[in-house]
């Protein structure tokens, strides 16, 4: 299985600020990657497919880079809605999987 | 609209089994590979399985192979779980989902259903 790292694990942020988050893959993964917002008590939400691809509906202040190995999401201009717990997830291998998440807080 | 509604979580022992459903609405799931995702309390998600759209293939992660089985009913517009075995370990809300292209990433997540093996 690809073995996928997040870090930081979590992050204090304040409204307003610019957050980067970095997901890891164990082997190239070319651009087979998604990012995840999850806020406890509610369904997982897809904000960037394809590494970079912003998903519709969601904001522009969120953005994704990277390929092969390296990815990150970034959230520019953190609004209140924003603090959740933030999943990378692979697709390039079976398993599917997910990096461990990060945690964005006030 | 686009809605996934699981059901069939419980309370179970250890050993014992148990079938989750997946209703589909706002979409024919017969166009879709569809994937199980669970959490288990305080932890992280976890991809569970995917079927393709004819059934006839299908992936599981290491801890469920061999105890879970994943299945559809395209007339029916409805996703299954089988759920054989049951461990404490596999105590956790399961989610089902969309698989969309490119790379069968996860579009729609269902409200999700809680399994408690105790």
């Known amino acids: 299985a690809i073995q996928v790292t997040q870090s930081p694990s979590s992050l204090s942020a304040s409204v307003g600020d610019k957050v980067s988050i970095t997901c890891r893959a164990g082997?190239?993964?070319?651009?087979?990657l998604a990012w995840y917002q999850h806020i406890p008590g509610t369904s997982p939400k897809l904000l960037i497919y394809a590494a970079s691809s912003l998903h519709s509906g969601v904001p522009s202040r969120f953005s994704g880079s990277g390929s092969g190995t390296d990815f990150t999401l970034t959230i520019t201009n953190v609004q209140p809605e924003d603090f959740a717990t933030y999943y990378c997830?692979?697709?390039?291998?079976?398993?599917?999987?997910f990096g461990p998440g990060t945690k964005v807080h006030l | 609209q686009v809605q996934l509604v699981e059901s069939g979580g419980g309370v179970v022992q250890p050993g014992q089994s148990l079938r989750l459903s997946c209703t589909a609405s706002g979409f024919t799931i017969s166009h879709y590979k569809m994937h199980w995702v669970r959490q288990a309390p305080g932890k992280g998600l976890e991809w569970v399985s995917i079927?393709?759209?004819?059934?006839?293939?299908?992936y599981y992660t290491d801890s469920v192979k061999g105890r879970f089985t994943i299945s559809r009913a395209n007339s029916k517009n409805t996703l299954s779980l089988q759920l054989t075995s049951l461990r404490p370990e596999d105590t956790a809300v399961y989610y089902c989902a969309r698989g969309n292209l490119p790379d069968l990433y996860i579009d729609v997540w269902g409200t999700g259903t809680t399994v408690t093996v105790s």
């Open positions: 997830q692979q697709f390039k291998i079976y398993p599917f999987t």
């Open positions: 082997q190239d993964i070319s651009s087979a």
């Open positions: 079927i393709s759209e004819d059934g006839f293939s299908k």
